[in-house]
């Protein structure tokens, strides 16, 4: 079978495509035919070596959606030719620290679905959400999945709060903000690109604010939102984090789950004088993929950036590097 592979560090120019052996499905394992996946920006920081416990060769690609090809030992279904998509969280601990020593996620060191076929655990694989694209669903998995968990899980979302979404564009705000009209709660966005605050606000974002051309954006937020946010989502760390809970409104949650700008420099003041809960959060549970499932066959649908061959792997990691994209870029696999 065709697979992207990755064979050395060096960034995305060290992807290529090559003739690979195709998997089997192990027992209580099912084997999909992937025909579409999608990138995350964790497989660019694989490809730089910026990701812990790397191991190469590899298949990148936690995103994955297909139809079902072969069932291993002990599997009853779903049955081959259904439409199908994969989760990539492998071995969620429930109970305990979710994210632990035993716990992993596809496409590395795990072969990913950035390939023709694709094996995962079958209880990893999901029925599609009636009425969505192959596009589409590759899109959901690991950032539909992180968003509903930093959301709903663990930032309590109502249709009463006003939700900050820092840095919308990206894979996981875009989900934030869709998750945040669905419930009918007030959305507050931020990106340095007026192109991209546009397609926000065409999504629904209420307020749309540049980060770049406002030097106090915060300011900005909190006059747009009568007295502070009741629940941020942020992903970018740095100093945003610390606006970020500067203009929190008093018992307001932040959740955080990346740090792409580097570690923030808080004041702890804004925290216990305000009494906030900051959450921290990384990826999700089965039982929170399944509900993140139900809002797409509820009618919800994800946004799709753009839909690169599967011979355009490099550029495509470069869209996602230099964060040209809004929403999910997509491989197309068959």
Known sequence: MRAVRLNEIGGPEKLHVEDVPQPEPGPGEILVRVARAAYNRRDVYITQGL???????????????????ALGAGVAGPAVGTRVVINPQLRWVEGGAPVSASSSILGMPV???????????????????????????????????????ATFTRGRISK???????GVGGGVQTFVLLYCKHVGARAIVTSGSDEKLERAKALGADVAINYRTSAAWHKDVRGASDGGPTLIVDSTGGDTLGKCLEIAR??????TYGG??????????????KSLDVLGTSMGSPSDFAAMLEL???????????????DECAAAAERMLHSEQFGKVVLAIA
Request: negative net charge.
């Open 111 to 149: 072969d990913g679905t950035f390939a023709d076929y694709c094996v995962a655990p079958a209880a990893n694989v999901y029925r599609t959400p009636t009425g969505l694209t192959d596009d589409e669903a590759a899109a959901l998995p690991l950032a539909g999945l992180t968003a509903y968990r």
């Open 250 to 255: 008093p018992c307001a949650r932040v959740v």
């Open 260 to 273: 792409t700008t580097g570690d923030a420099t808080i004041r702890p003041f804004s925290i216990f004088w």
């Open 51 to 69: 990701y812990p416990g790397i191991a190469l060769p590899v298949t990148p690609g936690s995103d994955g959606a297909g139809v079902v090809a």
């Open 160 to 166: 009463d709060d006003v939700v900050l979404v820092t």
């Open 296 to 310: 797409f066959e509820a009618g919800l649908r994800p946004v799709v950036d753009r839909v690169f061959a599967m």
